[in-house]
C-alpha cells in the first residue's frame, strides 16, 4: 500500500474571515496550531540528494498530544525541527498560528523560539550547573530580571515535583529526575508547543511511566500543544490523541490513536504495533491445526474488536452466539481513549453450528473474526 492512510477526525471550523495570502487553507483548518503544507527536505548525501520529507501536509490542532512516529531515517527528527526552524525545509510551508514561519528574520526567530519549548532524550544538562541553575539560564539569558526569574524557577520546579532538589547537581540525579528539570526549562518563557524528542527513550518503563503522567499533566493544567516523536508505540497509545506514521519521508497513515492501533492499514504500522501484540504462544501453535483431525474438534476463532463501535464486548453475548463450550486460549482488552479494543482467541466445542454459521454468528459481535484451525 503507497498511499496514504488518513482516518482523522473532523476538525473544528471557524467563521473567521482570513486574508488572500491563506485562503488556499480548507475552512476546517484555519484554527490548526501547527499546519505542514506540502512540506519537503532534502540534503546532499555523498550519494547524491536524499528526500528526507516529501509532501508532508499535516494539521496540528491547538492543545492537543500529537504523536508522530516511524522507523529510525523515516524522517521524525527532521519533521519536528521544522516547527522551530533549527531545519529549513527545502520546499513547502510550516504556520504557526495561520503564520508562515519561513518568512521570519533572525528576530523573529528568537521569539518563535520562546515559544516553542523543547525537550530531548538525553536531557542536555550543564553538568557543572545545579538543578536550578539549569532551569534559570534560558531566563539570565533572555534578560528577565532575578525577582522575575527566582519566582519563575520556583514555580516550576514546584510543578515538576523537584523543589527539594533545587541545590543538587545533574550527577546526583536520576534518569527521571534529569527528565524532569528539562521539562522545567522547556517551560520558562511560558511556550504554546512543547516538542517532545525522543523524550523517554533513555529511561526505563515505570520512569517513562512519571513522565508521561508528568506531560499529560502539563498538557491539562497550561493547555500546551505537545508534539512528540518516538519509536515506542506504548507512548503514543498512553498518552496521544492522534498519531501520524511516518516512512521514508513521507506520511503514510494518520487519525486518532483508538483507530490506528484498533485497525492499522499500512504495512508499517502493523509492523511498529507488532511489539504490544500477543502472538499465538509456541506450545498453543502445535496445539492447533490447519484441519479437523477428528469428528466434533473444537474451532479456533481469531476476533479482534477495534472501537468502531464504541461499545465494550459482551462476552455473554458472545458466547452466547457461539453455542457449545467456549474456552479463551488467549487475548484480552484494553481501553483507548475510552474505547476497548483487543482480541480474543477462542476454541468452540460441540456447538450445534458449523464453522461458517460461527463465523457469521462472531462477526456480529467482534469487528472482524476468522478461523484460524482446530484444537488438536
Known amino acids: 500500500?503507497?498511499?496514504?492512510?488518513?482516518r482523522q477526525l473532523p476538525l473544528e471550523a471557524t467563521g473567521a474571515e482570513h486574508s488572500a495570502h491563506h485562503a488556499e487553507l480548507h475552512a476546517d483548518l484555519n484554527r490548526a496550531h501547527v499546519r505542514f503544507i506540502n512540506l519537503g527536505?532534502?540534503?546532499?548525501?555523498?550519494?547524491?540528494?536524499?528526500?528526507a520529507l516529501q509532501n508532508i501536509d499535516l494539521a496540528i490542532q491547538r492543545g492537543e498530544i500529537f504523536g508522530i512516529i516511524g522507523r529510525s531515517g523515516a524522517g521524525k527528527s527532521s519533521l519536528i525541527r521544522t516547527i522551530n526552524r533549527l531545519e529549513q525545509p527545502s520546499s513547502g510551508r510550516v504556520l504557526i498560528d495561520q503564520t508562515d514561519i519561513g518568512e521570519f528574520?533572525?528576530?523573529?526567530?528568537?521569539?518563535?523560539?520562546?515559544r516553542i519549548g523543547m525537550i530531548f532524550q538525553h536531557f542536555n544538562l550543564m553538568s557543572a550547573k545545579t538543578v536550578w541553575q539549569n532551569v534559570e539560564l534560558p531566563l539570565k539569558v533572555a534578560g528577565v530580571p532575578k525577582e522575575q526569574r527566582q519566582r519563575k524557577v520556583t514555580e516550576l520546579l514546584e510543578l515538576v515535583g523537584l523543589q527539594d532538589k533545587h541545590k543538587a547537581y545533574p550527577a546526583q540525579l536520576s534518569g527521571g529526575q534529569k527528565q524532569r528539570v528539562g521539562i522545567a526549562r522547556a517551560l520558562v518563557h511560558d511556550p504554546a508547543?512543547?516538542?517532545?524528542?525522543?523524550a523517554t527513550s533513555a529511561l526505563d518503563p515505570e520512569t517513562t511511566q512519571s513522565i508521561l503522567g508528568l506531560l499529560r499533566e502539563i498538557n491539562q493544567r497550561l493547555g500546551l500543544t505537545i508534539i512528540l516523536i518516538t519509536h515506542e508505540m506504548a507512548v503514543i497509545r498512553d498518552i496521544c490523541d492522534r498519531v501520524v506514521v511516518l516512512e521514508q519521508g513521507r506520511v503514510v497513515e494518520q487519525?486518532?490513536?483508538?483507530q490506528v492501533f484498533g485497525e492499522p492499514r499500512h504495512e508499517v504500522s502493523k509492523t511498529l504495533l507488532a511489539p504490544l501484540q500477543h502472538g499465538v504462544p509456541e506450545d498453543l501453535q502445535s496445539r492447533i491445526a490447519a484441519q479437523p483431525q477428528h469428528v466434533g474438534a473444537?474451532?479456533?476463532?481469531d476476533l479482534h474488536?477495534?472501537?468502531?463501535?464504541?461499545?465494550?464486548?459482551?462476552?455473554?453475548?458472545?458466547?452466547?452466539?457461539?453455542g457449545g463450550r467456549v474456552s479463551l486460549l488467549q487475548g484480552g482488552v484494553e481501553r483507548i481513549q475510552g474505547r476497548a479494543l483487543g482480541h480474543l482467541l477462542l476454541s468452540i466445542a460441540d456447538s450445534p453450528h458449523s464453522r461458517d454459521e460461527l463465523l457469521i454468528r462472531a462477526r456480529k459481535q467482534a469487528q472482524h473474526a476468522e478461523v484460524v484451525g482446530y484444537v488438536v
Open 1 to 6: 500500500m503507497n498511499a496514504t492512510v488518513q
Open 105 to 114: 528574520n533572525e528576530d523573529k526567530l528568537v521569539e518563535l523560539r520562546r
Open 193 to 198: 508547543i512543547l516538542l517532545c524528542d525522543e
Open 305 to 322: 474488536f477495534t472501537g468502531e463501535t464504541g461499545v465494550e464486548p459482551d462476552l455473554a453475548a458472545l458466547f452466547g452466539a457461539l
Open 255 to 258: 487519525g486518532p490513536v483508538w
Open 41 to 51: 527536505k532534502t540534503y546532499q548525501g555523498q550519494q547524491g540528494p536524499v528526500d
Open 298 to 301: 473444537a474451532v479456533v476463532l
